[in-house]
């Protein structure tokens, strides 16, 4: 009902032809699967969302925000929306790069312990695609992905139905592919020194305006690639 509201406060002197109509029920049809994919059963309560957050790095202050904070005991899971197609992957972050999901819990790590960082994506190409298997393959596309705490991933998501990457198998043990996709007490101590090693780089750099052009390459691309000026 609330969807409804916002959506006829905003185009209320609007005149809309049938095809606009049939456009904005579809996206708020997609905008309550959304709602409704993320309404699964978990210990981690919502905390907040675009929840501000900060952090005095030397004299030089941090600051952040969240789209989505769940946190369960001393655990804090975060979530991030993207509207693009983005794959969770830490191995840019030793180059200083792709640093966004780490550096949400460099914000928290000394509040919290690590409970999960994740991407979800909520726009796929064809929002209005009306096939049969649209559900199913809305369901596949909203699956959180990115990296978990196995001690408490079954907090989480109870039927490790929402987090890809996740498995655990009949002995009762999770898959070779879940370890892939998972941080460990020691693995966040590293990438967290890591985290702190380049962000006291960039400062420095920053207070000295070194500012050089030279991009990084990372699996044989650049920034380059979607500058107008290459």
């Not at 699967?33 to 059963?41: A, D, G, Q």
């Not at 693009?84 to 972050?93: F, S």
């Not at 312990?113 to 991407?119: L, M, S």
């Not at 941080?183 to 960039?202: C, F, G, H």
Request: proline content about 3%; overall charge neutral; glycine content about 4%.
């Amino acid at each position: 009902e609330d969807i409804d509201c916002l959506t006829n406060e905003f185009f209320k002197d609007i005149n809309l032809d049938s095809k606009m109509l049939y456009y904005i029920n579809r996206m708020k049809k997609y905008i309550l699967s959304i709602r409704e994919f993320n309404n699964f059963e978990s210990d981690f309560e919502l905390f907040g969302k675009e929840v501000k957050v900060s952090r005095m790095v030397d004299d030089s202050l941090l600051v952040g925000k969240i789209d989505k904070l769940l946190t369960y005991k001393d655990y804090a899971c975060v979530l991030d929306y993207k509207t693009g197609n983005v794959a969770a992957d830490l191995k840019p972050v030793y180059y200083g790069l792709k640093m966004q999901l780490p550096m949400y819990m460099y914000f928290l790590h000394d509040e919290y312990h690590f409970g999960g960082i994740y991407y979800q994506m909520v726009l796929p190409k064809n929002p209005f695609d009306d096939s049969k298997d649209e559900e199913a393959s809305m369901n596949q596309f909203m699956r959180w992905q990115g990296f978990s705490n196995l001690d408490v991933v079954c907090n989480l998501d109870h039927g490790l139905s929402h987090i890809k990457g996740i498995k655990i198998k009949k002995d009762g043990n999770f898959d070779s592919n879940s370890f892939k996709n998972s941080l460990d007490d020691k693995k966040m101590l590293l990438l967290m020194n890591k985290m702190d090693e380049k962000i006291k780089e960039s400062i420095k750099n920053i207070k000295a305006g070194l500012f050089s052009i030279s991009p990084k390459e990372y699996e044989k691309k650049t920034p380059c690639n979607f500058c107008d000026f290459k």
